[in-house]
């Protein structure tokens, strides 16, 4: 790494002279790394750290994604494709204890699953610190958040309330109310505070939406070790603190498309417009201000009525002498508009990891490369689930089972062994399934795998449906019984 220095007398930026004989002998100084092709000369050539690329312009990108999310039909499209397919009616969760360990009956087994499971859909309810929404509906919220604005703040206050059985709420907070507070020292940056090996240790918010001074919240709790602030985000950068929104890479190409977008749609809402310009050949025949330049102006000629002009269906109508009649129609070839913008979206698609097919739900291709496009963007949602669990999800489900136990309301024995612990906290979520294109070769091939020893039946039952096989495999046992019974009524 070295830093380009400006010479004194020109404002050409040149390399230090020690380095120069060395980088003309490498390879890439005849590509990438050249000092001296024109292409390069606009190009910044000085490394930043995360802090100084993403930190320094944090509140413009927001504010700049915020408003293409609200204002730009593509922008919404993408983030709300994103939320609908990772996220769905909400990512449920399916307990696994790690029995390997705990060494339990399996009957005991079925019941910790089973307890956890009902309790686990009572808490969903009462988890809002507003007490407006529900597990799922925040999930959607945290996403969409994470998306638009880089991150998304979790905080776990525990708060009782009347008539509620779960003290542990959910708080979001807004991500403009990360600020730094007033003198802040080298170890915080963009309101994030991290320790001499980088750990974070404390967040800085503002008290209010609207206020500026900021309270310090540290990032867990000093005695339990216990999580008090959760941040969902996705980390590309070495010592990043805060998150950059989806759109970052692709705003300066949205606000390109709308504005060539809206100029396209005035151009043809202009071209649809009939317009008709009269011309004069002598001042004669010139029409007064506030007259109707289609009738003649002298007397007697109004009241001949022989050049009063009408326009209308097979009209046809002498003009008065001198006066001659000009259509205007606007000569703009529209033709290009489609193709042209198409492969602006496939770049953006590309950028976003959504293919252009997919983002626009237009699939007019074959099969293979309609199923391409769908196993393609699958992988980026199954990606982005994964993290949501573990950021968000995962987190709360190990309070929420601290709660219930440290309460007594379900016994797990030796829970307050560390690893023990950890076995119990185990579980699996599952969400919205890949779409299907032809849902028959889909489950034949299902059946092939679950044969071929590769699946088991429960998972390819949560991936083809999202269906749960235990409770398949329960409901199927008392319609076969239901099925046997009204068989032996009919034969009666």
Not at 175 to 182: A, E, G, H
């Amino acid at each position: 790494m070295f830093n380009f220095f400006k010479n004194k007398k020109t404002t050409e930026k040149i390399p230090p002279k020690h380095l120069v004989k060395d980088i003309k002998v490498l390879n890439y100084s005849q590509g990438g790394g050249s000092i001296t092709k024109n292409i390069f000369k606009k190009t910044r050539n000085e490394l930043n750290t995360a802090d100084e690329d993403i930190g320094e312009t944090k509140d413009l990108l927001m504010a700049r994604s915020s408003h293409l999310y609200m204002n730009n039909a593509i922008g919404a499209a993408a983030i709300k494709k994103i939320r609908t397919n990772v996220i769905g009616r909400g990512l449920k969760v399916k307990p696994t204890i790690a029995n390997e360990i705990l060494n339990l009956s399996q009957n005991e087994v079925d019941r910790i699953h089973k307890e956890i499971s009902i309790l686990w859909d009572m808490f969903v309810d009462e988890c809002d610190i507003e007490n407006f929404s529900n597990f799922y509906q925040i999930q959607s919220l945290v996403l969409i958040n994470q998306l638009v604005y880089g991150e998304t703040f979790v905080l776990l206050p525990l708060k009782k309330r009347v008539g509620q059985l779960f003290d542990l709420k959910i708080k979001l907070i807004d991500s403009t109310r990360c600020q730094n507070p007033s003198g802040a020292g080298e170890n915080i940056k963009n309101g994030v505070e991290v320790s001499s090996d980088g750990e974070i240790i404390a967040y800085h918010f503002t008290k209010s939406n609207t206020s500026s001074e900021t309270v310090r919240v540290e990032a867990f709790g000093k005695k339990s070790g216990r999580k008090n602030v959760l941040c969902v985000m996705e980390k590309e950068r070495i010592g990043q603190r805060r998150g950059v929104p989806l759109l970052a890479p692709v705003i300066e190409l949205l606000y390109q498309l709308s504005e060539y977008t809206s100029t396209e749609i005035t151009s043809a809402s202009v071209a649809a417009l009939f317009s008709v310009f009269i011309t004069n050949e002598s001042e004669d025949t010139f029409t007064p201000e506030g007259a109707d330049p289609l009738t003649n102006i002298e007397k007697e000629e109004e009241q001949d009525k022989d050049y009063v002009v009408k326009m209308g269906n097979g009209t046809i109508s002498e003009l008065p002498p001198g006066k001659n009649i000009t259509i205007a129609s606007p000569n703009r070839n529209g033709a290009g508009f489609e193709e042209f913008t198409k492969t602006l979206l496939r770049q953006l698609g590309a950028a976003l990891e959504i293919p252009y097919e997919v983002l626009f739900t237009h699939f007019t291709a074959s099969y293979s490369a309609s199923r391409a496009a769908l196993l393609e963007v699958w992988k980026m949602y199954l990606m982005r689930r994964t993290w949501l669990v573990s950021d968000f999800c995962k987190p709360i489900y190990e309070e929420f089972l601290d709660e219930i136990v440290s309460k007594g309301i379900l016994k797990l024995s030796g829970y307050e062994n560390p690893l023990y612990r950890k076995c119990y906290q185990k579980a699996e979520w599952y969400g919205p399934v890949q779409g299907q294109l032809n849902p028959v070769q889909e489950v034949n091939a299902s059946v092939t795998k679950v044969k071929a020893g590769i699946s088991t039946i429960e998972r390819e039952t949560r991936e083809l449906n999202g269906g749960d096989f235990e409770a398949n495999n329960t409901q199927r046992h008392i319609e076969s019984k239901k099925r046997g019974e009204l068989k032996n009524e009919s034969s009666i």
